[in-house]
């Protein structure tokens, strides 16, 4: 195992800054399927590059506690740098250089370790850089009003600056970075090969500064892939959010691909290999003993049970302001290990499970009663079981992904987005003709759908433009949706739209709302 050399190298055009840090998660889940056995140890561990601890900052948020039943949530940085050091030239085009971090996503890794939710942070964002280790041993000033990417940078280190990007995350968030995670070009393009490539959704066909892609679903590996997660313009109004947004969508089916896969030996080790190869890690995590306990860790966590959201935002001039108070809210969910709609998921409960306020029959109810009310609740239960799956007929984008959010905070488990249809001015609703008390359920938080019966599985709801109008239905949150009695002040009443209107079920269509302006 060896530590990154940090030396200074040149500057290089601003002009070329590609986002990355997908490969990561990928990363994470190829060691994590690798992790059974030892077999692999003394080959990766000459892999695994680390880098020096002193840059992290000495005062730091606090370590998150346990939960009730034991677990613990995690928090994991996961960085792209788009260096051409290194042979990454080949991929990326441009000049050798000092990296940025233009990819940037926090994983938080809920403390049932079943659920995860991945915050994209726009590399454009202004924020303050606290001060950071130089190369003379001697720390930075804290700079104001600064881009976000421009941490990787700060002492212009061969290998970038992530313990600088950590730093300023942990500012920023007010969360304790556990792990922190760096993939170049030629790591990510290695993954996406070893995966036998990633299934994609191009919107248009593009053919801008010297990247070429065709209309359609298709399947792309290695320099198709850095290609894809690369491409800005062309596609929408050419921004860095629209990419964003895409590269969710690749992410969300490069982990479908590696968690359907199914290992065997002749496939672990190329995955392993690549894995390790691509990143530069915190001493934390610097030995295949480590990667593997933490990978595994992350085993149980299923696509459905993975949220994209990327930090509620507008533009500002040409650079990305955070758009309060909704950004605060997401922190703060997130520090109280609290999902997107504001739920506990280590509760023991289902999460979204139950919208009421009690946690079992009143005191001094009768037997009879008490079983009528047992019983009505299991039946409610199973209705809230049966698959949804919602389009968006109203020409409002990202409103799917929105309607599924407050779904599963009103209690449904099966959800599954699809692709966009034709505009329809009214909600309908349509279900299986055995499904029709579901349908019934569904339709008291959209008044006014049409119900209809009909050849589809479980139920489908296709949003109309009344809907785009009236929003998505309130999310019970707090002690509502808890049960506890406990103060729900630092929680919101219902999803900020800063943050419903930017999330991305993993599980959405890879078609669906994939471009932005």
């Known amino acids: ?53 002193e840059g992290i900052a000495s005062s730091r948020p606090p370590v998150a506690t346990p939960a009730p039943t034991g ?46 939710v991945g915050v994209s942070i726009p590399r454009d964002t202004l924020v303050t850089i606290p001060a950071c280790l130089l190369q003379d041993g001697k720390w930075s000033s804290q700079r104001t009003n600064q881009m976000f990417n421009s941490a990787f940078t700060v002492g212009e280190f061969k290998q970038g600056n992530p313990a600088c990007t950590q730093n300023t995350v942990e500012a920023l968030t007010g969360l304790r970075i556990d792990h922190t995670l760096v993939v170049d070009f030629k790591g990510f393009a290695a993954i996406t090969s070893a995966v036998g ?70 496939t672990l080790l190329p995955l392993a290999d690549a894995a390790t190869k691509s990143l530069t890690v915190d001493p934390g995590l610097g030995s295949p003993y480590k990667l593997a306990e933490f990978a595994q860790s992350l085993q149980d966590i299923q696509l459905s049970d993975i949220q994209f959201v990327t930090l509620p935002w507008r533009f500002q001039g040409a650079r990305v302001a955070v758009v309060e108070p909704d950004a605060s809210i997401l922190w703060n969910l997130l520090r109280q290990d609290r999902t997107l709609d504001g739920r506990a998921t ?11 306020t009690g946690t079992g ?17 299991d039946a409610d239960a199973a209705l809230l079981k049966v698959p949804v799956t919602v389009h968006n007929a109203a020409k409002s984008g990202g409103l799917a992904g929105r309607t599924a959010l407050a779904l599963r905070g009103n209690g449904y488990t099966d959800i599954t987005i699809g692709a966009n249809t ?44 009344d809907r785009a109008d009236a929003g998505a239905p309130d999310v019970p949150t707090g002690a509502e949706a808890t049960g506890t009695g406990a103060s729900a002040s630092a929680l919101p009443s219902s999803i900020p739209s800063g943050i419903a209107d930017n999330t991305r079920p993993a599980d959405t269509d890879l078609c669906n709302d994939l471009s932005f302006g």
């Open 361 to 377: 029959p009143s005191p001094g109810a009768s037997p009879s009663a008490t079983a009528s009310a047992s019983s009505s609740a």
């Open 71 to 116: 677990g613990v949530p995690v928090n994991v940085l996961l960085l792209g740098s788009d260096t051409r050091d290194d042979g990454n030239s080949s991929l990326g085009g441009g000049d050798e250089g000092v990296g940025h971090s233009d990819t940037a996503i926090l994983l938080h890794v809920y403390a049932d370790h079943k659920h995860a």
């Open 1 to 53: 195992m060896t530590d990154a050399t940090q030396r200074p190298a040149s500057a290089r055009s601003r002009g070329r800054r590609i986002a990355r840090g997908l490969g990561a998660t990928a990363a994470a889940l190829v060691v994590a399927a690798a992790g059974a056995g030892a077999w692999y140890y003394q080959r990766l561990d000459h892999n695994i590059t680390t880098f020096a601890p």
């Open 197 to 266: 490539g990633v299934d994609v959704c191009v919107p248009n066909d593009v053919d801008s500064y010297g990247i070429h892609l065709t209309k359609g679903r298709q399947t792309v590996s290695g320099q198709q892939a850095v290609d894809y997660v690369r491409a800005r313009h062309g596609i929408g109004d050419s921004s860095d959010i629209g990419r964003m947004l895409r590269q969710q969508a690749f992410m969300s089916s490069l982990i479908k691909k590696v968690q359907g896969k199914g290992f065997d030996l002749t």
């Open 346 to 356: 280590d509760s023991g409960a289902t999460p979204g499970a139950g919208t009421g």
């Open 422 to 465: 034709a505009a329809r001015r009214t909600t309908l609703i349509e279900y299986e003709p055995s499904r029709r008390a579901a349908a019934e359920r569904l339709a008291q938080l959209y008044p006014g759908a049409e119900l209809r019966s009909g050849a589809v599985d479980g139920v489908v709801l296709t949003l109309g433009q």
